[in-house]
Each structure stands twice: as C-alpha cells, then as structure tokens.
C-alpha cells in the first residue's frame, strides 16, 4: 500500500522504518514529477532534497521545533510531510498550494521565503528569541551552498559564531543555484572531502591528552595551538570553525541511515553547528539529473513523463506501483505547452548580442541567474565580457558601476523582484554617479505562479525618486529592441522594463533609437484619454476599443517611459478631457500614474484647463502582497486583463456622472 497518502504530519514519520522511509521517498519524488509536470513548479531542487526533509521531518517536533528553509523554491517534499498532499495537485494555482513556504498555509511553514540568503538570519533571530523567553525548542535552517555565498548569508554566519547561538544549519550541496554554482566559496565547499569530521576527531584527542598526570592541563593547552597551527592547512571545514561553527562532513545527501545517524548527534551538540550534507539536484529523475539547469523551473523543458517504473532508477530505490492514487496527474505522457511566440526575454538577448558583436563596449552581469536572464546566451557568445557574480545583486550594481567608470557599457540583468536587493547600490553607487549601466529589468510586472515573494510589482515606485535614472518600458516585443538600442546610446543610468510574457508575434522591424521622453500617439480621441507604460498599453488600446463600441472618444498613449514623461504630448491631449486614465501592470502609489498625477496637477496651477480633468490610475493595489496563480488568472482577479481595464473605466465614469463636477482622483 502506498504510504505518502498517510501521512498527516511529520509524527507520523516516526512510525515508520527505514525501508517504509526509502519507500516514501520514492513515492514523494513520483508525486512532485507528476504534479510539476502538470503545473510547472521548482523541480530539480526539491527532488535533491527529499530525504534530507524526511530526516529532519522524523527527528524534529514541527511545528513545535522550527525548520526555516532558505529560498524555499526546495520545499515540495516538506509540504507533502506537512499535511497537503490532498492539495498537492494546485500547486501554484489560484488559490492554490502555494510553490514557496506560506505561513498562511501551515503552522509548518516558518516564514514566507522565496529570496535566496535569508535563512540564516531568520534562524538566527528565532534562535536568539527562543533563549531569551528560555524556550526548548530547536531551530534548524537548509540554505543552499549557492544561497551561502550570499552577502547578507555571511553576515549572518559572522554573527552566529560571534553569539554561539544554538542551532543547525544544513548545508544543501548540490554545486548548484538556478545555473552552475560559481565563485571562490563553491570552489572551498567542492574541495571538502568525505571524511571524519573535525569535531568528533579533536574532542577525542582533548580527552585522552586530559587524562595525563599533572601537566595534562599545560600539555593540552600547547597541543591546542600547535593542532590548530597545522589543521588549518588542510582541515575540512575550517573555515566555518574559525568562525565559532562547528563542522560537519561532507554527508551523503541520499543516505537516510547516514543522514538520521549525524543530524540525531548535531542537534545534541551545543552551539551552531553545520552539517554539510552532499545532495544531487534533480535526483531520481533522469532528465533532471541530465540537465539540472532546465530542470530547475518554472517554466520547464517538455517533459515526457514515462511509466513509474521507468521513470526511475530502480538501482536507488524501488519504485512501487502501488504508489499512484486517484488524485495524482495519470501516468500517460504529458508535455508543458511551449510559448507561442518568443518572450521578452529571448528578445532581449538577442538583441543584446546582436548589439555586443559591433560595440566591445558592451559587457554582461547578472547575479546567479544567467539561463533565466537569457544571459547564458550572451556569455556562450561573449565569455570574456559576461559576469556571473552569483547569488550577489548588491555587488552586481557595484561591480557595473565600476565597469562604467573604467569604460564600458554594463548590462545588468536581474528579475525585478531581486533587484529590490539592490536598492542601495542603485541609488547611491549608479545612479549619484550618473553613470551608463543599463539595468534590465526581467520579470516586470506580474509573474504568477511563484507568488508574493517574486511578483514584480514594486521596482517602478522605488526607482521613480532616484535622480539621473531613465525609465522606460516597451508596448511589445519590437519596440523592446529600439528601447534596448537607446539605453546604449545615451551616458545615464537605464532601466529597461519588461515582463515574463511570451511576445505578440509582430514582425521584425529594423530597431531604431527612440529619443529619451518620448511617447507615442496611437489613437486619437475627444473625450477619454488612456497613458499606458509597457506591455499593458495593448490591453489598454482593447480597453478602448470596447469603449468605442458604446460610444466614446478614446484617445490612446504609449507613454514608452515613466521618467522622464512626455509632458507636451501628455499635457496637450490631456486638456479638456472627461478624464485621464493611466495603466500600469505595478503598485499604483507612487508608480508610473502618480507621475502623470503629478504632471496633471502641476498643470491645474496655471492653465484653468485642467481644473476639470480627473485621473484615474490603473495598476495594482498596494493594500496586499499579490499571491499565485497564472498572470491570466492573476490579471482577471485584479481587473487589470482588458475587460477588467474597461469595467473599472466605466465605474470611475459612473462615479463622475453622480458627483457633477468632481475632479478628485482615484487608484486602483
């Protein structure tokens, strides 16, 4: 009989034998390749760590105990041990499970991740917490060896060994983020070797040296600094103790025994402890162990799900055929829909390389995300002239500050949602320095199914108060490319925004440079003025159409940047309007539409004109985090697809018929 189904929580792992445990594993990794399969998901990290949950899972007390899992893009498995199995098969959907740790789902989910290199900090606070009110409850942390490298990561690795904070941190080694792992501190952890660890080494020979008559005291002293003197040569893990963290490994990843046998005795140990545990990303299923960089997710590769028996290799563990139920995805083959014409992104690189092969100017950075930049495609180009500085968008900014002053013209790719990392870096290193980095901004926008943690709705606020920053984003994936060309072309700092979607399959056209604040007329009309930024600009224009259909004169503007706007254009089609309405696929405070507000208003003061025109601003409420689901489903709920966009033009309309004279603004 199949086991997964059974369980209800993590005690009743500890009903369960070790060959029950290999057999669980099994049926967990059947479940996560057939659901993802269907609803696309992380695959390959949570696949990688599946015993590694069911260990930790069957010797803590969740949710009594706290298990914070770094990222959180891992932790499939933890949630089918965790009560929502039945569920399972929403991963990602509206309203459904969600692909990161919610707290909103489980007492098991200890904090809402999904940025890399939090963890341990989050840990270390709980930690403290919990000996401050002289609580019992023990606190264990996965952060990956990617995830470690990060600066906030090592911040907080210095100040627990500086604390002794009693807790433990599992390092997940699987040489691997999205893409390859990069960067000294990789190359320390893949030189660790399998070995006795440290600890249970030196705490023997203290032992033995104490047990001397009379000068075991002295004699322990001295071969204490002359051990360390040597060990630190060609200690594994030394590193780690020399930060006051006591060492453990390397572990087999995939080894329950081994993994039950050393995490029992690093929980016992006091202080921090790291057990550093060797996993395989993708593990158990072949195509993600082949290619662990297209098996990470979101979007995957086509999967061609074959028989259960056949999915696996039978060598490991065996595969029970028992271990299909109702609820999971049928074992007949199933494929992800490919995108029906090339997303921005693919765009994107394209033209990046195409630009590069005539400009040695141009280099590449982004920080540990080069597949799904497009970036990868830059560097197997140009690899002298692309830098991957992993899991660090601080120093990314930095680092392409630097690039400008020496000369050159940096390209830095990062999503929308980790560029927030970057804040500082933006203001007071590119941008006080007003110098040309060019910032793309992937991912702009909603993202889906990911959910609160990645949606890309807060960049454009953030960015609209910094001096010398341009800001522009394109209405579809050609006019992209000349916005790309411009961002080149000037001595400012860029930012070019744009969303996840697929393209709207336009012809290619020869890009040109646009000048800096210029937007674009696509529609004449007398009574209703419409001013998009970005992709959301066509919704807009069939928002229009509708409207037209009932009656109204709907002018149409492509704004094409939120800084600098447009003023004339803006200014001479908004005079004498029923209304202005702006769009934005971003949180309206302080976005593109507060822009045009401002620029409306500033108006009102001198040209009596404008005293009449109200704004409306369309965007994304900033009263809540926006959760998962498909950008379909996720733009119909916030009324932002285009029968969306006309119904809440046609409430503010309603609202001005029964208030004559009003002119107050209102955002939504």
Known sequence: MPILPSIQGPADLRGLDEIELAQLAVEIRDTIVRTVA???????????????????????????????????HQAYPHKLLTGRFERFGTLRQLDGVGGFPRRSESPHDVFDGGHAGTGLSIAEGLAEARDLRHGLERIAVVVGDAALMSGLSLEALNDIGQRQTQMLIVVNDNEMSISPTVGAFSKYLSQIKLSRTWRQG?????????????????????????RKSVVSFAQPGQLFEDLGITYIGVVPGHDLHALLVTLSRALALPGPTIVHVRTQKGRGFRPAETDQVGFHGAALPPIEMTPAADAYDGSRAPMPTESMTDDAAPPARVATTPAKHPNYTAVFAAELIELARTDRRIVGITAGMPTGTGMSKFQAEFPDR????????????????????????????????????????????????DQPVLIAVDRSGLVGEDGTSHQGMFTLPAQRQIPNLVIASPKDEQELRSLLRTGLAQDHPFALHYPRDSGFGLAPVKPSAIPVGQGEMLREGRELLFVGFGPIVMRALEAATMLEDEGWSVGVINARYARPLDRQLILDQARGKRMVVTFEESVVTGGF?????????????????????????LGIPGERFVDHGSVADLRRVLRLDAPGLAAQVREALETLRATPGRSEVAAG
């Open 202 to 226: 030196k705490s023997a020979y203290d032992r033995n040296v104490e047990r001397i008559p009379v000068i075991g005291g002295t004699v322990l002293e001295l071969s204490r600094r002359l």
């Open 593 to 617: 539409g507060s822009g045009v507000l401002e620029l409306v208003e500033e108006a009102r003061l001198a040209d009596p004109a404008y005293r009449d025109v109200p704004v409306r601003i």
């Open 38 to 72: 269907s609803t696309g998901g992380h695959l390959g990290s949570s696949l990688g760590v599946v015993e590694l949950t069911i260990a930790l899972h069957r010797l803590l007390e969740s949710p009594r105990d706290r298990i914070v899992w770094d990222t959180g």
């Open 386 to 433: 692309m830098f991957d500085v992993g899991i660090a968008e601080q120093h990314s900014m930095a680092m392409a500050t630097g690039l400008a002053m020496g000369g050159m013209r940096p390209v830095v790719a990062l999503y929308s949602t980790f560029l927030q990392r970057a804040f500082d870096q933006t203001v007071h290193d590119v941008c006080q320095n």
